[in-house]
């Protein structure tokens, strides 16, 4: 079985896909950190999710329809 890759979580309260400019500087954001921190796993998370248990091995990118730009 190949490895898997990093769970990525987008959301709305209403279960739509969100695609702005936002997910995509978040997604960026995601790519890099693991281009340079390999064993990281990074996800990208709706704002209604932070706070959650999540594994140490593991960085968010938690992104708020309030704030102009994502969060690290």
């Given at each position: 079985?190949?490895?898997e890759s990093?769970?990525?979580v987008i959301g709305h309260p209403d279960?739509?896909?969100l695609l702005t400019e936002k997910f995509l500087i978040a997604y960026?954001?995601?790519e890099a950190l693991e281009a340079r921190?390999?064993?990281r796993r990074v996800r990208i998370v709706p704002i209604q999710s932070f706070g959650q248990q999540r594994a140490t091995d593991e960085a968010?990118?938690?992104i708020s329809p309030h704030s102009?730009?994502?969060l690290a």
């Open positions: 079985v190949e490895d990093p769970l990525i279960g739509d896909v960026r954001l995601k921190q390999p064993d968010l990118i938690v102009q730009s994502a």
